[in-house]
Structure formats: C-alpha cells, structure tokens
C-alpha cells in the first residue's frame, strides 16, 4: 500500500509540473503575441504619421505658391494701361535785335498730356437666344412651320397667305417663337391682316351673308358616322392641335396649366373656355395621342377658340394638326 501512495503522488506531481509549464508556455507565446502586435502597430502609426507630415509639409508649400501666384494675377490686373501723348512742342519765338545785334529766342512748351486709355469687353448675344415678344402676326407668303429658329429643322407644316400666329417670342436672328413653340421667319410676316382672294370675296358679300359665314364658321361640323354613347353627348367634331412646354425667357420650360395643374400628356388639353369651361372632361373616341381617349380642359390660349381643342404632348413637333369626333362626359 505505501509503494502504491507513494506512486500515486509522483504522477500527480508529474501531471502538476506538466500543467503548470503548459500555463507558464502559454502565457509567455500571449506576451511575445501581444508585444509582436504592439511594436507592428505602433511602427505603423509611426509610418502614418510621418507620411501625414510630408503630405502636409506639401499642401503648405502648394498653398504659399498658390497665394503668391493670386497677388502676382492681382497686382498684373490692377495695372492700368496709360498712353502718354506728348503734342508737339510749340515755340514762340521773339526776336530782339539789340544793338549788339544778336538774335534772343524765347520758346515756351506746353505741358505733356497723359491719357488714360480704357479697354472695354464688348460680350456678343446668342443670335438665336429667344426674347420674350408677344404680338398677332400674319403670313404675307407660304412659310414652313419649322421646330426651331433655322432652316435646319424640321418642317412641322406649312402656313398660308393671311394665316394668323400667335407670337410670344423673337430671336436676333430674324425668327418668330410661336404659341406652339415652334418658329417662323420674320421676313414673311405682317403686323396687319393679309388680304387674300378668299376676304376679298367675302368682303363683297353682305352683312347678312358675313354674319351668316360667321356663324357657322363657329359651329362645330357632323359627323355622319357619330353615334351616341351611354353617359355622353356629342358635340361635333373639332380641329385637333398640339402644344408642348412652354419655353421661359431664362431658357427653362413651364408646365403649368392655367388652372394651376401640371400638364400631362393624355389627359390635358387646352380649349375655349366659353365653349368648354375648365374641368370638363371630353372624350376623343380616335385619340390622336393613341390613349384612352379621356381629356380635362385644364388650360386656355390665345389662339383656341370655338370649336378648337389644342393637346398637351411632350413632342408637339411630331404630330400634325387633324380633325377628330368629341364628346362630352355627362
């Protein structure tokens, strides 16, 4: 029993040295780890801080270059070009014979006149920049509606002698901004009305064919194809316009309505609104936008009246002026 004890105790003590050097060698590899990641921690700070300087020690050179190469530009600026302008010199000459018989000459000069010469920066407008011009105007020939002010764009349609427009701008170049915003020449335009055969003719007439004219030039036409629809009545058929945003005087575009809303395409038109007043919803059954055909008249022009319906499209330019059947939604 007592070799066994003692034995016994002499592993223990084994397992308990063996213990105690692992602790001993784990706690000395933690040490070494942790000094091993100071130093490289703080040799990188080291590193990060050196290169902070140098970046900085850069900046503040650049930035006294910087400032010197500001008051050189400064100083050159504030310099003022002077041209002295010396005129001629004139003598008065007096001549005194003395007795001794010599000859004195007396010359006066005038004083040197400096004069400031002052440069001045002439700034050259865009030729086509569009300034805001409101007026009616006339076709005095067969013009080209074109998309924007020169030749070069495209054709929208064509106007004829004594067609009306309705101008809102004008360019240095010599083109007329419609309400559609699009552009006609200047050169073939009158501020007055525009004789043609057709009102020389009318002008003949009475006073009760004139009225008459009138009257049905104001009253929508037919359609023998229209038929009634549930909850709709059918006014007649209107001509079809298109209008897109409008151009500003600083180059920016509205999209405002005169009633306040933002147009959209598809649902906003422009009309009369004596004929149509503002909210009333009209139905296009062949919508010439291809939607459903519901509009809301939410805006009114100068050039829409009586049996006119003017279209919001965000590309007037690409559609042509049409006929179409209208309703109106009960």
């Given at each position: 029993m007592k070799f066994i004890d003692l034995t016994t105790i002499t592993n223990l003590s084994r397992d308990r040295?063996?213990?105690?050097?692992?602790?001993l060698?784990?706690?000395?590899?933690?040490?070494?780890?942790?000094?091993?990641?100071?130093?490289?921690?703080?040799?990188?700070a080291r590193q990060q801080r050196i290169e902070r300087e140098v970046q900085a020690s850069i900046l503040a050179q650049e930035a006294i270059e910087a400032a010197a190469t500001a008051t050189t530009t400064t100083e050159e600026t504030e310099?003022?070009?002077?041209?002295?302008?010396?005129?001629?010199?004139?003598?008065?000459?007096?001549?005194?014979?003395?007795?001794t018989g010599t000859l004195e000459t007396t010359s006066v000069e005038e004083p040197t006149e400096t004069v400031n010469t002052e440069?001045?920066?002439?700034?050259?407008?865009?030729?086509?920049?569009?300034?805001?011009?409101?007026?009616?105007?006339?076709?005095?020939?067969?013009?080209?509606?074109?998309?924007?002010?020169?030749t070069g764009y495209d054709v929208v349609r064509v106007l004829?002698?004594?067609?009306?427009?309705?101008?809102?701008?004008?360019?240095?170049s010599g083109w007329y901004r419609t309400y559609s915003g699009n552009y006609v020449l200047q050169n073939y335009t009158s501020t007055t009305p525009v004789a043609t055969t057709a009102a020389a003719t009318t002008a003949t007439t009475t006073a009760a064919q004139t009225a008459a004219a009138t009257t049905a030039a104001t009253q929508p036409a037919q359609s023998p194809n229209a038929g009634s629809i549930d909850g709709m009545s059918y006014y007649g058929q209107c001509r079809i316009t298109f209008y897109g945003p409008q151009p500003r005087s600083d180059g920016s575009y509205s999209?405002?309505?005169?009633?306040?809303?933002?147009?959209?395409?598809?649902?906003?038109?422009?009309?009369?609104?004596?004929?149509?007043?503002?909210?009333?919803?009209?139905?296009?059954?062949?919508?010439?936008?291809?939607?459903?055909?519901?509009?809301?008249?939410?805006?009114?022009?100068?050039?829409?009246?009586?049996?006119?319906?003017?279209?919001?499209?965000?590309?007037?330019?690409?559609?042509?002026?049409?006929?179409?059947?209208?309703?109106?939604?009960?």
């Open positions: 040295m063996a213990v105690g050097v692992s602790a060698a784990i706690s000395t590899m933690c040490v070494v780890a942790f000094v091993g990641v100071y130093t490289m921690l703080d040799n990188k310099m003022t070009e002077t041209t002295e302008l010396v005129p001629v010199v004139q003598s008065e000459v007096t001549e005194t014979i003395e007795a440069v001045t920066t002439t700034t050259t407008r865009d030729p086509n920049y569009v300034e805001e011009y409101y007026a009616t105007v006339y076709c005095t020939h067969d013009i080209n509606l074109r998309s924007g002010p020169g004829h002698v004594g067609d009306e427009i309705t101008v809102t701008g004008r360019t240095d999209t405002t309505t005169a009633t306040g809303t933002q147009c959209s395409e598809g649902r906003t038109l422009a009309a009369d609104w004596s004929v149509f007043p503002a909210g009333t919803t009209l139905y296009l059954p062949n919508d010439p936008l291809g939607g459903d055909g519901y509009y809301t008249v939410e805006d009114r022009g100068p050039g829409v009246n009586g049996s006119h319906l003017d279209l919001f499209a965000n590309a007037a330019s690409s559609h042509t002026v049409t006929t179409c059947d209208v309703y109106v939604v009960n």
